[in-house]
């Protein structure tokens, strides 16, 4: 069955999604494309953390699908219903839509989109996948009692910043949590299986995910052509974000690698 992007779009609206940064989209370079890649965002989130690697991708003439992981653009309460299996599946729905151009298909996620990408990689065959902040342990001491702590503290409140305030929410589930506690569950025991040529990018100064959780999905992971590296404490948890300083330097190394590998 051929999916559209008109589809995702529809059934985001449906679900909820107003602000049309939210929303999933499917852009084509100026020239003739020459490779696709599937970008996934995090948990919380929406496609507009993807933005500027979709602009440095198509600027270098490649194809590029977010998705809209449900229960993201909408609001926490949805968000709280949501499973980890209804995020896969818009994930296999987005690689499926990009196999329908037929070239050789990527794909690069930020944090919880970095397991899915992980998961998806392990069904399907990827040219290459960039993993920004990816995780096999929250930060937070009391993430790994999620399920525990749910039905007494339904949410962790945060501080969002005005201009981010249309993207994120300000409280996130704890229902939520537990969803990526099972993601990523299934994916550390994957992880010698999967062959994807792969660049991980973590940072130190990460408040979300554990110390060292990136580089441990490095040595585990089964690619014969794999790259890591950490940025120093300055870099935020985001690295998409334009608070990074470093920035410049994770779109050129990303953008590089997935056209390139």
Not at 1 to 26: C, D, F, R, W
Not at 103 to 122: D, N, Q, R, W
Request: charged letters at 20%.
């Amino acid at each position: 069955m051929k999916i559209s992007i008109e589809q995702e779009i529809t059934l985001a609206q449906q679900e909820g999604v107003t602000h049309p940064h939210n929303l999933p989209y499917l852009r084509m370079p100026a020239c003739e494309a020459k490779q696709a890649v599937l970008l996934v965002h995090g948990f919380g989130s929406t496609p507009w953390e993807m933005n500027s690697l979709a602009e440095h991708l198509l600027a270098r003439g490649a194809a590029v699908f977010a998705v809209r992981l449900p229960g993201h653009g909408t609001s926490a309460e949805d968000l709280a219903t949501r499973t980890a299996e209804e995020w896969l599946a818009t994930t296999i729905r987005g690689y499926k839509l990009l196999q329908q151009l037929q070239l050789p298909l990527s794909a690069a996620g930020l944090s919880t989109g970095c397991l899915l990408i992980l998961l998806l990689a392990h069904r399907y065959k990827l040219h290459s996948m960039v993993l920004l902040a990816p995780y096999l342990r929250l930060k937070h001491r009391l993430s790994p009692f999620a399920r525990q702590l749910a039905p007494f503290i339904r949410y962790q409140k945060r501080v969002i910043s005005p201009q981010d305030q249309p993207y994120y929410y300000e409280k996130r589930p704890l229902k939520g949590v537990v969803q990526l506690n099972r993601l990523r569950k299934q994916v550390t025991p994957l992880l010698p299986e999967i062959i994807t040529p792969a660049l991980i990018l973590s940072s130190e100064g990460d408040r979300t995910v554990a110390p060292g959780t990136g580089k441990e999905i490095f040595d585990r992971l089964g690619s014969e052509n794999k790259t890591y590296h950490c940025y120093g404490p300055e870099a935020p948890h985001v690295l998409t974000s334009p608070e990074n300083p470093f920035r410049e330097d994770v779109l050129q190394r990303s953008a590089s690698f997935l056209l390139s590998s």
